[in-house]
């Protein structure tokens, strides 16, 4: 056995350097994560300078109306009305307010969608087939076999499940049936709360799931949005998740259908002039008003980034934790310029710091972290906020930490933070006495949607079979949180959760009193992978009503979407085994072949919190594997695309020294183009590490070419020219520098 040793530890060296040699490597051209490396948009870096060099110094005030009208008074509320629109025609004052707000909201979206159906007259039926072929593709509704339809209500239970057979009732179906009705005085009332979720099957096996709902709506007007999901089935899949070729083709559209037979020439006038005066007050820098707001929020993005976070400031005031994280999520989307965040980091920590409070309410403690993490980098005084988040993980660098700077802190903040780390410790075990050995639906709700089990009001599961859709409803929360996932592995199965972040619906009163996220649903798709033994589950969850910003353009203007594949058999543990049995379980599932990252996860969640819980006494073997687990944690998260909840695990990974899981910290950050990436990196090209020669050259040479792809990915052209002519002379990164240095002249000549 001995003489194997020397053996082993060259395989086990070739394998590390030929590993280190080529990770994080793709070139901006490559990586999907990194599409536009060298930005033409030079208006992203001007505006982020603009913002974040004022942002603490300014004092505007978001105009109530926005988000706190219900607190406004009929009186304010008039007065207000007068404020903004000035010489406003009798028609806007004799019309209810919250009627001006839904109409201009719901107009300005309908109108600048890149693209849009004809609005349909009063009593025009909105044909299903109709917006099937307009959403998914010219004349494929004449495909379409089978229909399922599962409405929803505001409290969770089921209104309607029916199954439609032929393929003219299918395209006839009205879709405005589904979500409004008429009164005794003919007049079109919507059925308020109503979620409606449509399966449709197709000749060719691929199913379509639309989800629909009302969004705006007026004595006059009504707005629908309606969602679609495509599934797909590909024999040559990747087996990745988010990155594969296998994803759902997602999509959406505002549609809008007259409510009443009267002219609508006042409205259409009113609209354009509020428009043109919000536009105006935009271009020349004026604050928002009243019901401008609205128009803005309908159009996408013309909101100032400081608005947003006016907005959420606002909002936290109200207790709305989560309404608030919306807001704060934009505005640090939109600063999307690294190196001008790193420059003002003062300002850019201090959006960072103003989300964590809304994740810690919440219960996001991984994400908070990675914002805390971010704040306090940029902003040291804020260490008694940074050790607490850290406590409220049980993060076994609390203590250590704690004791470090106990003098920087007051008795009371130190107790704090002591009972805070041992309360978590206690969750923590509990934790692992509940903790089931397979693969739960709420642990994927949870760790891929990060939504809590009180969230959750009721579930339907609707199974194609032979004879059409059967339906399985599950109002039980603790029954349908551990739904074992395998039992919905069924091609072409349909689940519909209805869940609530509001009040009133999850009873978290003293938490969150959010209400522009409620009463939605979750939608989760199976499709079998053709030719394999393995399932692609899409799950996607739709914008919310009222809030339309938040859905992301990345996958078909959906709020959320997540995919990832799993076998027909998920992996079942026994956690009665050791850890290092478990780790090896693992290691078969997560690997270049096969990339089960939510199996996988199951297994290290266990692994990870099993030996955290007792990390002070652990040997020093037993210490690495549990930071270990963290970074192959954070890696599964990577590839669930979460990198914010990834970045907390792979900073605790990136603790143990080992130079693979820091290399997927790093390639984390450069991936994410986190603002501190350059400062972390340029701190271990000047740090010394105890390896073998050949190794410290691998792993500068990793470092160096990190920081080209930083450079390139800032924008930073003249100087990633620079530093890439410098590499020439290095054996390690001479192909890299000069692929890169080619690639650069290239876009320049092309720009």
Known sequence: ????????????????????????????????????????????????????????????????????????????????????????????????????????????????????????????????????????????????????????????????????????????????????????????????????????????????????????????????????????????????????????????????????????????????????????????????????????EGMFGRVTTSDYIDCGNALCRQSKYYDAQRQYERAIHALDNPSENFKHGDSYGAINFRMVPCLVSTHDKPRAFHFMDIAYFFNSTILFDYIVVSADLADYRTMPLLEQHRDELEECEAKI?????????????????????????????????????????????????????????????DKLWRYKFQNLLHDGNTVVLRYSRACYQCGDMDDDKSDHCHDNSIIIQVNAIEDSDLFRIDVAVPGFQNDPNIISDSYGKFSDYKSFVISSKPHEYDFSKSAEEIMTEVGSLYNKEMTHAVESMLGLYHVYLSLLVDFDTLSEDRKFMCLDAAAKIGSCYMELNLPEVANYFLDVGYESCNLNNMMEYINCLVETKDARAMSIVDKQLIMQIDAPDQIKSAWRAFLKRRKAYILIDWGQVAEAKEFLSTLLDDPLCKDYAKRELSWLSMKEKNQ
């Open 417 to 477: 933070i002591e009972c805070t780390y041992q309360a978590s410790l206690t969750k923590l075990r509990k934790v692992l006495t509940e903790d089931a050995s397979f693969l739960t639906l709420g642990f994927i709700l949870h760790h891929l949607l990060r939504v809590n089990s009180y969230n959750i009001v009721s579930m339907c599961v609707c199974c194609n079979g032979n004879d059409g859709y059967t339906y399985d409803v599950v109002y039980d929360r």
């Open 1 to 296: 056995m001995e003489a194997l040793l020397p053996i082993l530890g060259a395989i086990l060296m070739f394998w590390f350097l030929s590993r280190l040699n080529h990770s994080g490597d793709d070139s901006p051209r490559a990586n999907s994560r990194n599409n536009d490396a060298v930005s033409s948009e030079p208006n992203n870096g001007q505006r982020s300078s603009a913002l974040l060099k004022d942002l603490e110094a300014s004092k505007k005030a978001i105009d109530t109306t926005c988000v706190e009208a219900n607190e406004l008074n009929e009186k304010e509320q008039e007065e207000k009305s007068s404020e903004v629109e000035g010489e406003a025609e009798e028609f806007a004052r004799s019309v209810d307010r919250n009627f001006l707000m839904s109409f201009l909201r719901g107009e300005a979206e309908y109108r600048h969608q890149p693209r849009r159906m004809e609005r349909f007259a009063f009593g025009e039926k909105i044909r299903l087939g109709d917006v099937v072929n307009f959403l998914v593709g010219s004349d494929l509704s004449k495909n379409l076999t089978g229909l399922s339809i599962c409405r929803t209500n505001i409290i969770g239970s089921i209104d309607e499940t029916r199954f439609v057979k032929g393929n003219n009732e299918i395209c006839n179906y009205d879709l405005l049936s589904s979500v409004t009705y008429l009164n005794n005085e003919g007049e079109l009332l919507p059925l308020t709360g109503e979620n409606v979720t449509l399966s449709l099957t197709r000749n060719d096996g691929l199913p379509i799931v639309l989800f629909v709902r009302n969004h705006q709506m007026t004595p006059d007007v009504l707005y629908l949005r309606v969602y679609s999901m495509v599934g797909r089935t590909n024999a040559n899949d990747d087996k990745h998740t988010w990155q594969s070729r296998n994803l759902a083709a997602l999509d959406s559209t505002l549609l809008c259908c007259r409510a009443s037979s009267n002219n609508l020439e006042d409205w259409w006038r009113f609209y354009q002039a509020m428009e043109n005066r919000t536009i105006d007050n935009i271009q020349h820098g004026k604050p928002l008003k009243g019901l401008q707001y609205a128009v803005c």
